[in-house]
Structure formats: C-alpha cells, structure tokens
T-cell receptor, first 114, second 110 residues
Framework: DVKVTQSSRYLVKRTGEKVFLECVQD?????MFWYRQDPGLGLRLIYFSYDVKMKEKGDIPEGYSVSREKKERFSLILESASTNQTSMYLC?????????????FGPGTRLTVT | QKEVEQDPGPLSVPEGAIVSLNCTYS??????FMWYRQYSRKGPELLMY????GNKEDGRFTAQVDKSSKYISLFIRDSQPSDSATYLC??????????FGAGTTVTVRA
C-alpha cells in the first residue's frame, strides 16, 4: 500500500513566520507534488519535482519554495507566511512508469496564518 | 477562464438514486481523464481513469468522455451513503501533471 505522510494535520502560524511542511512517501516514486486546495478553486499545483534536487514551478509558486534532498522527502517552505496562504496543503507522489497520472495523496495539512 | 470547469454542487440525493457529475475543459491536448474521490479529512484517491474518448464502467461507476465536446461525466448508479464525498475531475496531456476541477460535494441520504 502506497503511503504518503505529511508532518502535521493542523498548523497555526503567525504572519511573517517561516513555515516548513514536510512530506514523505514510501513507494520509491520519482514524482512528488505540492498542491493547495481552496473552496471553489480545487487543487492548484504549487511545485513539483521529478527527481532529487530537481523542481519545477506549478501554477501558483509565488511565496513558496521547495526542497528535495532525498527521493522520499519533499518539503514546502513558506518563506514569510501571509494570511492569504491560509489553506489546505496536499502532497502527492506518482511513479514515472505505468500509470504516471495516478497520484497518491497524503491526508493534507490545514494551515492557518493569523 | 479556468482550464477545467466543474459543476460546483453541492448535490444531495436519496439512497439508490443516480448521481451525475460533469466537467468541461478548454485544453484540447488533454488525453487522460480521471475522477478522484475525496472523503472528509482525507486526501483524494483515484476512482476511475479513461484514455481519450469513450465510456468505462467499473461496478456502479461509469465514466464518459466526449473529446469533441470537451466534456466528461461520472455516473454513480444505486448510490449509497458511503458514496458521500467530494468528487474531483482531473485531466492530463502527455505528461504527469494534472489539472483539477474545483470538486463537487455529494451527499447520499439514507
């Protein structure tokens, strides 16, 4: 069973803080993704990575950065949190062979920035 | 205009009813079409996928794709309370990046 875990289910941070969201997958997947999910907007891709130390911007990368030092771990960093970054953050992974469009998601981190 | 538009719902139906969910899209490069199901406080999970146009059936679920109209549908027959969830359509061209609809929340009343 593929498992994608995220470091926190709920997080409350203050404006201006640096925030780290961690994601770990145990299926040796090459691809990893960070999305945010907001009501009425669905899932929007922030960044993705197709290999260690490789990253590409998604649709809404502003205000975020990522780090992938190991294949199983993908971190999302909010350099200076703002209230408009209050959202549900979902991490996902997928393989580059077989059904590469089948993404496996973690349970999400609900981040509140006050 | 969003690349993928999905009927926002919410939908509330009695147990046993047919649930119909729809998405339209604008990118003619999309070839892979998926439906993800998301239960409350969980991440989405893949429910069905279809390559190009056509129908696909899996138990009580049927996915339809009409590329000429840029329109996809998911039908749930004999709906059950356990089908209560948010359903997200997703699409992809030739790579592994997905474009998602906003999701439709479905409640099946016992």
């Amino acid at each position: 069973d593929v498992k994608v875990t995220q470091s926190s289910r709920y997080l409350v941070k203050r404006t201006g803080e640096k925030v780290f969201l961690e994601c770990v997958q145990d299926m040796d997947h090459e691809n990893m993704f960070w999305y945010r999910q907001d009501p009425g907007l669905g899932l929007r891709l922030i960044y993705f990575s197709y290999d260690v130390k490789m990253k590409e911007k998604g649709d809404i990368p502003e205000g975020y950065s990522v780090s992938r030092e190991k294949k199983e771990r993908f971190s999302l960093i909010l350099e200076s949190a703002s209230t408009n970054q209050t959202s549900m953050y979902l991490c996902a992974s997928s393989s580059q062979t077989g059904l590469s469009y089948e993404q496996y998601f973690g349970p999400g981190t609900r981040l509140t920035v006050t | 205009q969003k690349e993928v538009e999905q009927d926002p719902g919410p939908l509330s139906v009695p147990e046993g009813a047919i649930v119909s969910l729809n998405c339209t899209y604008s990118n003619s490069a999309f070839q892979y079409f998926m439906w993800y199901r998301q239960y409350s406080r969980k991440g989405p999970e893949l429910l069905m996928y279809t390559y190009s146009s056509g129908n696909k059936e899996d138990g009580r679920f049927t996915a339809q794709v009409d590329k000429s109209s840029k329109y996809i549908s998911l039908f749930i027959r004999d709906s059950q309370p356990s089908d209560s969830a948010t359903y997200l359509c997703a699409m992809s061209a030739n790579d592994y990046k997905l474009s998602f609809g906003a999701g439709t929340t479905v409640t099946v009343r016992a």
